[in-house]
C-alpha cells in the first residue's frame, strides 16, 4: 500500500473541514487550498498548513486546475481530495493531477468523463440493460430535438447534459411552452456548466427520489451500503435525506443495490460513489444518474453503517483492497440529514449573505452529528452556496431520529442572515413527513405559497403561551430586584394576565410555583417549569412534563417567541392594559413609494418588465445571480412599472433600487 505523506483539499466549507478531520485521524497532514476570502475560515483553522491560491471572482480559484496543481507541488502534498462540487467530477482535473505524479482520491478520470456526460452516461446504461425513462436529446438530429421530445409526451423534463445541482432543469406541461422552455435551460446550462447541451426524459409525477452508495476499489471489488431517500427537494436540490427510505422493503431493496453495483461494475468504479434512481408511484424504478463523488448528504449513511466514507476513500486512492465484502454490511437504525441555509423562506427562499452573529449550535446529544465550516463571526460569502451547516439525526426507528431532529432544531441559534430553521422544523412535524409519503413535489404541494411559518395549534400555541407567561414573570421579578424592592414571600395569588401572539389575544391565570408557573388556559392547566435569564436563549424547559426548547428574542415591549417552525411576537399585559392596546389605530402605510430592491449582491440576469407595464401579483420581475443560484423575484402584489433601474448584466449591491413602482 502507498502511505499519504500529505493530502491538499481542494475544497472549501464543511467539507474541507470534514476531509481535514478524517486525515487527522489517519495521522495524515493535510492542507487546503482557499481563496484570500477564506483565510480565516474553519477549513484553514482546521487543516495543518492553507496554501492561497488566487480567483477572480473568488470561486474561479477553486476551479483552476493548473493553480491546484501548482500548490500541490508547492507544499509536497502527493495526494488530493476534491470533496463535493468545484472539480471533484471534472475528468481533465483528474488526468492533470495524475499527470503530475499525485494520486488523485477519487475514480478514474475515464468513470468521470463517462458518467458525468448524462446523455452519455444514459445510453451506456440502456445499452448496458439497466432501467432508463423514455428520453430525446439533442445531438441526436438537433433540427428534431423539439419534435422528438414531444412525442415522448408531457409532462416532461427538461435536463443539462453536463448538469447538476438542479441547473439547466424544467418540468414542462405542454407543447406551448416547450420551445420557451428550451432556450431557457440552454442558456442556463451554457453559463453554469461552459455546454448547452440539452436531453428530455418524461417527468414522473408523484416520483421519489432514492440513491444507492456504492465503493469500489482497484481490485474490481463493489459493494453498497443501502439507499438513501433524497425526495424532500425544493427546486431539484435536496434539503432533507434520510437514510433507509421509509419506502423500501428488503426485497426492493437488494434489487436497487444489485443494480447499483452492476453498473459500478460495467464502469470500472473505484472510490466513493452514487447511483441515483427516479421510483414511480408503482414501486418501480428507473436510472437517473451516477455521482461520481462523495455526496453532500453522505453523513446518513455513515451514522447507520458505522463507516467513515471519506477513509474509505483515501485508503482506496492508497492501493489498499476493500477489508469487507457484501456479507459484511450491517445497516442499523435510522438517521436523517437536514441542510440549513443562509436563505429567506418568507421570501421565496432567496440567498441571505452576512455575517454570522451568534451561531449556537445545538448542544452535543446522542445520536446528534453537526457538519460545517462556520463559526460564530464567520461570513456566509455571497460567492458560494448558501449552506450554513448539515444538522444530522439518527436512532434505532425513524421515530427516534425525527424527534432528535426536532428537538436539535430547536435549539439551534443562528442571528445574522436568514436561515431555515423555522421551515425545517415544520418539516419534521408536517404529518405527510412523519407518515414517510415523501416525493419529490413534497415542498411544491405542501408549501405552494412559500413558507412563512408553521400555523401555532396544539401543543405548539400551549407552549407558546406557557413560556411567554414564565419569561414575563421571571422579568418582573428581576425588575422588582433591580428597583430594590424586596421578594415577595410565601405563595402568590393567582393573577389575571391576557398573553397576546401576534395580536391574538389568549386570557389566563397564573399561579407561581417553585420552580415555575402553572398556567390555566381554556379551562386546562399548564405545568411549565424551567429557569430564566435576561438573555439567554434558547430556552430549556418543561410543559406538562415534556422537554422543548423554544428561541427567545427581547423585542420592545415583548418577545419574540419560535418553537416548532412557527414564531410569534409575544406581550403579556394586565386584561385592562391589553382592551385600551386593542384600541389602538393601526398606521396605514399608503403613500409609500413602492420600489424592488435587490434582496442581496449579486448580477442582474434579465429584467423580465418595462416602464409602463401592468403586472400581477407573482408575475416574474427580474432574475438576479447570488451565491450560486438564479433568484426569480417576483411581484408580491398588482401595479404599473413607474421605472426600470438596472439592466442585464449589472452589478448589484444588496438593497440596490431595480424597479419602481407607481
Request: aromatic residues 6%; charged residues 25%.
Amino acid at each position: 500500500m502507498t502511505r499519504f505523506a500529505k493530502v491538499l483539499i481542494a475544497n472549501r466549507g464543511e467539507i474541507a473541514v470534514r476531509v481535514a478531520r478524517t486525515l487527522r485521524t489517519l495521522e495524515i497532514s493535510s492542507v487546503v487550498a482557499h481563496h484570500a476570502t477564506d483565510a480565516d475560515s474553519l477549513a484553514c483553522r482546521e487543516a495543518d498548513e492553507a496554501h492561497e491560491i488566487a480567483g477572480n471572482p473568488p470561486s474561479a480559484a477553486y476551479l483552476d486546475v493548473t493553480a491546484i496543481v501548482a500548490a500541490c507541488r508547492a507544499t509536497g502534498a502527493d495526494a488530493v481530495h476534491p470533496g463535493y462540487g468545484f472539480l471533484s467530477e471534472n475528468a481533465a482535473f483528474a488526468r492533470a493531477v495524475e499527470a503530475a505524479g499525485i494520486r488523485f482520491i477519487g475514480p478514474s478520470p475515464e468513470a468521470i468523463e463517462l458518467m458525468g456526460d448524462k446523455v452519455r452516461a444514459r445510453r451506456f446504461v440502456a445499452e448496458g440493460g439497466f432501467p432508463v425513462l423514455e428520453a430525446a436529446d439533442e445531438e441526436d438530429a438537433p433540427e428534431t430535438f423539439a419534435q422528438r421530445a414531444a412525442a415522448i409526451g408531457f409532462p416532461l423534463l427538461i435536463k443539462a447534459a453536463a448538469g447538476g445541482g438542479g441547473r439547466g432543469m424544467r418540468i414542462v406541461g405542454d407543447a406551448a411552452e416547450l420551445e420557451a422552455q428550451l432556450s431557457i435551460a440552454k442558456g442556463e446550462a451554457a453559463r453554469y456548466f461552459g455546454d448547452g447541451r440539452l436531453y428530455c426524459e418524461r417527468y414522473v409525477e408523484r416520483s421519489r427520489h432514492i440513491e444507492v452508495q456504492v465503493l469500489g476499489d482497484a481490485e474490481g471489488h463493489v459493494v453498497h451500503f443501502g439507499e438513501r431517500e433524497c425526495s424532500i427537494q425544493r427546486r431539484f436540490q435536496k434539503i432533507v435525506e434520510e437514510a433507509p427510505s421509509p419506502l423500501l422493503d428488503g426485497r426492493m431493496r437488494a434489487a436497487m443495490g444489485a443494480q447499483a453495483v452492476a453498473l459500478a461494475r460495467a464502469v470500472g468504479y473505484r472510490s466513493a460513489g452514487t447511483v441515483e434512481f427516479i421510483v414511480d408511484s408503482k414501486k418501480k424504478f428507473y436510472f437517473l444518474e451516477m455521482n461520481t463523488r462523495l455526496q453532500v448528504e453522505h453523513p446518513v449513511t455513515e451514522m447507520v453503517s458505522g463507516l467513515d466514507l471519506v477513509e474509505q476513500m483515501i485508503r482506496i486512492a492508497a492501493g489498499e483492497p476493500l477489508a469487507f465484502g457484501q456479507q459484511d454490511i450491517r445497516l442499523d437504525g435510522w438517521a436523517i440529514e437536514a441542510r440549513i441555509y443562509a436563505e429567506d423562506p418568507s421570501r421565496g427562499f432567496l440567498p441571505s449573505p452576512g455575517r454570522l452573529l451568534r451561531y449556537r449550535p445545538p448542544p452535543e446529544a446522542e445520536g446528534i452529528r453537526l457538519d460545517d465550516g462556520v463559526y460564530e463571526g464567520a461570513e456566509v460569502s455571497v460567492f458560494y452556496d448558501p449552506l450554513i451547516a448539515k444538522l444530522c439525526a439518527s436512532g434505532p426507528t425513524r421515530e427516534v431520529a425525527i424527534a432528535r431532529m426536532r428537538a436539535a432544531l430547536d435549539a439551534f441559534e443562528i442571528r445574522g442572515p436568514r436561515h431555515n430553521l423555522g421551515f425545517l422544523a415544520a418539516i419534521m412535524r408536517h404529518p405527510r413527513f412523519v407518515a414517510g409519503r415523501l416525493g419529490v413535489g413534497f415542498v411544491a404541494e405542501e408549501y405552494a405559497d412559500g413558507f412563512h411559518g408553521a400555523p401555532a395549534e396544539g401543543e405548539v400555541l400551549d407552549v407558546l403561551i406557557g413560556v411567554a407567561v414564565l419569561v414575563h414573570v421571571r422579568a418582573e421579578a428581576r425588575a422588582s430586584r433591580n428597583r430594590g424592592q424586596a421578594p415577595r414571600q410565601g405563595s402568590r395569588p393567582r393573577e389575571r394576565w391576557v398573553v397576546s401572539l401576534d395580536g391574538a389575544p389568549h386570557p389566563v391565570a397564573v399561579s407561581e410555583q417553585a420552580g415555575g408557573v402553572d398556567v390555566e388556559l381554556d379551562g386546562r392547566r399548564l405545568a411549565v417549569r424551567g429557569a430564566w435569564a435576561a438573555g439567554a436563549t434558547p430556552l430549556a424547559v418543561t410543559v406538562d412534563g415534556r422537554d422543548v426548547t423554544v428561541q427567545v428574542e427581547r423585542r420592545s415591549q415583548g418577545y419574540r417567541l419560535s418553537h416548532a417552525g412557527s414564531a410569534a411576537f409575544a406581550v403579556v399585559r394586565r386584561p385592562r392594559a391589553a382592551e385600551l392596546a386593542a384600541l389602538m389605530p393601526v398606521k396605514s402605510a399608503r403613500g409609500r413609494k413602492r420600489v424592488l430592491l435587490s434582496p442581496m449582491p449579486g448580477r442582474v440576469v434579465s429584467i423580465a418588465v418595462r416602464a409602463g407595464q401592468e403586472v400581477k401579483a407573482g408575475e416574474p420581475l427580474a432574475v438576479v445571480d447570488a451565491m450560486k443560484m438564479e433568484n426569480v423575484l417576483r411581484a408580491e402584489r398588482d401595479g404599473r412599472i413607474a421605472r426600470v433601474a438596472a439592466a442585464a448584466g449589472d452589478s448589484l449591491s444588496a438593497d440596490q433600487l431595480i424597479i419602481e413602482f407607481e
